[in-house]
DNA sequence: TGTCACTGGTGATACGTGTCACTATGGTTG
DNA sequence: CAACCATAGTGACACGTATCACCAGTGACA
């Protein structure tokens, strides 16, 4: 008694007493059968467990079905992102591998470049920011798509690189009396990080309040760290707008190092809405960031670049602001305001 | 002028002038090929940019060369494993496809099975706990190796749940005079919680020390907190024991709610060395994952596994002790010994 | 009644690879 | 010199699917 191989169309037809060509129709929708028969293969193709064949399917249509995605190594919020990506590709029919590169952006455009050529992926969706070299739109290559892009070429995926709450943060803020600011910036490689610079600045200046400076450039805490500790001695009152929760810790500490208290002397705000950042203390205000639906939309931008169709709109924001113990009594703007 | 197709093993052929046989027993090494036709046949491949078409590859072969890994949602350092896994099942010719579950123990279970039985994996990984039922070791099904495993049955991957460290933490504690002791647990159903909850216990019997007992029993750091609040009032001097360091940022933050000085009052263990322990305070001591490592290994047995080989024996540990200020003056055990 | 259009379905074929069975060529041995 | 063997290479085929070209039947309409 042998093992027996899994059951390929012909089975089916055999079976369901019509011919491959219909069976392969009915699983495909494409050609002209009767809901009866279709109805009919379809319950015998599930009565014997039949699963096309998907080797054979790409090797027939010369298409994979593959797609990309790279990831960085230490971002733990890719976790997320991955999550929702890997589900819409997998309802549009398509099957998801990762790649993880390090090493500079030169690296990593490199690997990217290496793989768009390979062949072997329809589309490519990267969540590291790559040179904009690397990005194409598919006509003579598979499309490469970033999550957070490099510089002014890229195609970007929108929601991720919306840095309106920063707004938010220093109007609250001012509003509570603060007129001095810092901003502890990210890698300006990531469109998000150079979002919340640009809005910090725009901002800070369209209110007439003073910033110290932007310090920073890096996602490790220690930068965050090091940007307090470099700070004037005189800097306190200061509000600190850090690009993400990481850089905000390494501030709180920074700012503990210094004898500074947090928010009396300083306030702090962050990004990402870390797991920790509600119980360091003081808890940190941020912004909690749907990393799930981000994933799922960048996806579904790489879908329909591969389809041809016009690129879905976001849904409804996947941002919203929590507000803790590290800005002290700021808060929420009131309804009635400006 | 249209877009040239991709190239086959009869163009290399037909260029090298050989036949497409000869270009597969190349490209396979199995035939008897001649050290010239060889290197002629690889360099004519490489020159025209030749790269085998998997898809027709593996419906000759019958096999899909493709592995999946189940990876739950909210653990961060899986990002890392899942990084050392790719290139390990890139290097043994595999492409791996990442899928992210959630749910109980039993949709996860379940999920798995539905993987496995769709014939379009070769080999499974997981690196959330299922349901032993779920593991095979690939006689007629695909073998799904578990990372942390949920039973007993289960063929779990080794050092990840090596707990020896939290021996030397107790010991190095009650070297440091602690008596008194609590384990703020996460779930067992992984198995590195299980090891560290057992190694716990039992190092405190050993040292005939005293356990106030196991609290937690899940992962997030909400869980550390309840479990001091929960300790009695006169409960310090205590030394909490966390299975990682979401817990032990969640018992920082306890002990300060309950106006307990760490480590004056209450001396804490972590484990995972997240980023954020560094910059808490006080700063956490912790054992530090090589994550990538542990994806490594992980990988390799499954590819040990799928090959029919011996499983590789773990290389060098990928833990060690990382003592900051949350145990005091606990420290490195003296090289004197006992 | 003959013709046309349409619906529902079939037969044959090609995708690119790995592998079985086989052949030609020298070299070695009796 | 015949018989044999090992080496190096070839021809033909099958894997399971999607799709092109075709065909039978059925009304509709002039």
New interface residues.
């Given amino acids: 008694m042998s093992?027996s191989l899994?059951p390929t169309s012909r089975d089916v037809a055999r079976i369901a007493g019509v011919s491959q060509t219909t069976v392969s129709y009915v699983l495909t929708g494409k050609g002209a059968i009767s809901p009866a028969t279709r109805e009919h293969v379809l319950k015998v193709a599930d009565s014997i467990g039949y699963?096309p064949?998907?080797?054979?399917r790409?090797?027939r249509t010369r298409r994979?079905g593959?797609l990309a995605v790279i990831?960085g190594?230490?971002?733990?919020n890719?976790?997320?992102m991955?999550?929702g990506a890997?589900?819409v590709a997998n309802e549009a029919g398509y099957?998801?591998?990762?790649?993880?590169v390090e090493g500079t952006v030169e690296d990593r455009t490199e690997r990217v470049l290496e793989l768009a050529?390979?062949?072997?992926y329809e589309g490519i969706l990267t969540f590291v920011p790559v040179l904009g070299s690397a990005l194409s739109d598919g006509r003579?290559a598979p499309p490469v798509l970033a999550a957070t892009a490099f510089d002014e070429q890229m195609r970007s995926v929108g929601e991720l690189a919306d840095a309106g709450l920063i707004e938010v943060f220093v109007r609250a803020l001012v509003a509570a009396g603060h007129r001095r600011f810092v901003h502890v910036a990210g890698p300006q490689g990531f469109s998000s990080a150079r979002a919340r610079h640009d809005t910090y600045l725009a901002t800070v200046k369209r209110l007439g309040a003073e910033s110290l400076g932007v310090l920073g450039g890096e996602w490790?805490?220690?930068t965050g760290?090091q940007a307090v500790l470099a700070l004037p001695d005189d800097a306190p009152p200061v509000a600190v707008i850090a690009a993400n929760d990481?850089l905000a810790?390494?501030v709180?500490?920074g700012a503990?190092e210094r004898g500074w208290s947090v928010p009396g002397d300083v306030v702090v705000t962050g990004w990402d809405n870390?797991?920790?950042g509600?119980?360091?203390?003081p808890t940190l205000t941020t912004v909690d960031v749907d990393f799930?639906a981000a994933g799922r939309h960048a996806m579904r931008l790489l879908v329909a670049a591969l389809r041809g169709e016009e690129p879905p709109p976001q849904g409804d924001s996947l941002q919203h602001i929590v507000w803790r113990e590290s800005t002290g009594r700021a808060g929420p703007p009131a309804a009635s305001g400006t």
């Fill in positions: 093992v899994p699963r064949n998907l080797a054979a790409s090797m994979s593959r990831m190594v230490a971002f733990d890719q976790m997320r991955l999550s890997s589900h099957v998801m591998e990762t790649h993880s050529a390979g062949g072997q003579d490790p805490p220690e760290r990481d810790i390494g709180l500490r503990a870390a797991r920790f509600a119980y360091t203390m799930r």
